[in-house]
């Protein structure tokens, strides 16, 4: 009997060993900051963008690290790279697109989470910087559109009739899209698989076309219409599309 009792003992304490590490999110096959999160800030007039890294680790939960990126003009638009994780630190871009005057540029920072069982340490600095003038054209009532995949950033304004494609690794900057008569770039939108839609021109009225790039940044259609693509994760807001 009291070996029974002890491979019953032995057997709840495994079970509760299991309950707590899923109560902390750590999974073994996950990378080291999926129970992690960052959310971003802008301040008034789009000059600085802050960010905030919180979540848990193994042993710990609430928040890690805090910093800002700037000053800009004026921030166009944003986001992140794909994560790369060796060990138990992952690194992943932070693209800002700064609009707010002619000189159009993109920032592209580097984000690194060194992730503990007690903490995370985050660093986050200016790697690199490309000028996409005088291919975009910028200013203080511009909207900007970015979307991407796996090897290339696409970004446009309302202002531009031609959006650029840039590539990742290179930061090489090159101009697609375009047509005659010119016709803006209103959105850029992606989906899950890589391919992106760069749609110029009024949504509902008047001149509109568009292209399509597939996931090694070469056009796969293009034509007439507002078309634009859907993903998994950002809806497309109606409210955002040009009347």
Same mark, same amino acid.
């Given at each position: 009997?009291?070996?029974? %009792?002890?491979?019953? /003992?032995?057997?709840?304490?495994?079970?509760? /060993?299991?309950l707590s590490?899923?109560?902390?999110?750590?999974?073994p /096959?996950?990378?080291?900051?999926?129970?992690? @999160?960052?959310?971003?800030?802008? !301040?008034?007039?789009?000059?600085? +963008?802050?960010w905030?890294v919180?979540?848990?680790t193994?042993q710990? !939960?609430?928040c890690y690290a805090?910093g800002?990126?700037?000053p @800009?003009?004026? #921030?166009?638009?944003?986001?992140?790279?794909?994560?790369v994780v060796n060990? =138990?630190?992952v690194?992943r871009a932070?693209?800002v697109?700064d609009?707010g005057? $002619? =000189?159009v540029k993109?920032?592209?920072?580097?984000?690194?989470?060194t992730?503990?069982p007690?903490?995370?340490?985050?660093? #986050?600095?200016?790697?690199r910087?490309a000028?996409l003038?005088?291919l975009?054209?910028g200013? $203080?009532?511009?909207?900007c559109?970015?979307?991407? =995949?796996?090897r290339?950033?696409f970004?446009? &304004?309302?202002?531009?009739?031609?959006?650029v494609?840039?590539n990742?690794?290179?930061?090489?900057v090159?101009a697609v899209g375009?047509?005659?008569?010119p016709?803006n770039v &209103?959105?850029?939108t992606? *989906?899950?698989?890589?391919?992106?839609?760069?749609?110029q021109?009024n949504?509902f009225?008047?001149?509109n076309? @568009?292209?399509?790039?597939?996931? *090694?940044?070469?056009? %796969?259609? *293009?034509g007439?219409?507002?078309?634009?693509?859907?993903n998994? #994760? =950002?809806? +497309?807001s109606?409210?955002?599309l040009p009347?």
């Amino acid at each position: 009997m009291p070996n029974f %009792r002890h491979q019953w /003992l032995l057997a709840i304490s495994m079970v509760l /060993l299991a309950l707590s590490t899923t109560v902390h999110g750590q999974n073994p /096959l996950a990378p080291p900051d999926s129970t992690l @999160f960052t959310t971003y800030d802008l !301040s008034p007039g789009y000059q600085t +963008v802050g960010w905030l890294v919180c979540g848990s680790t193994q042993q710990t !939960s609430g928040c890690y690290a805090a910093g800002s990126l700037g000053p @800009f003009v004026g #921030v166009g638009a944003l986001m992140e790279g794909n994560p790369v994780v060796n060990g =138990n630190t992952v690194t992943r871009a932070i693209y800002v697109v700064d609009s707010g005057s $002619a =000189n159009v540029k993109l920032y592209v920072y580097k984000k690194t989470d060194t992730v503990t069982p007690q903490t995370d340490t985050v660093t #986050v600095t200016l790697n690199r910087t490309a000028d996409l003038s005088p291919l975009l054209v910028g200013g $203080a009532t511009v909207s900007c559109s970015m979307a991407a =995949n796996n090897r290339f950033l696409f970004i446009g &304004t309302d202002q531009s009739p031609q959006a650029v494609e840039v590539n990742k690794s290179t930061l090489s900057v090159a101009a697609v899209g375009g047509f005659s008569p010119p016709l803006n770039v &209103t959105a850029i939108t992606a *989906d899950k698989y890589g391919y992106v839609t760069v749609t110029q021109g009024n949504f509902f009225s008047g001149g509109n076309g @568009f292209y399509v790039f597939g996931p *090694d940044g070469f056009g %796969r259609e *293009d034509g007439g219409g507002a078309e634009f693509m859907l993903n998994t #994760v =950002n809806a +497309v807001s109606t409210f955002t599309l040009p009347q």
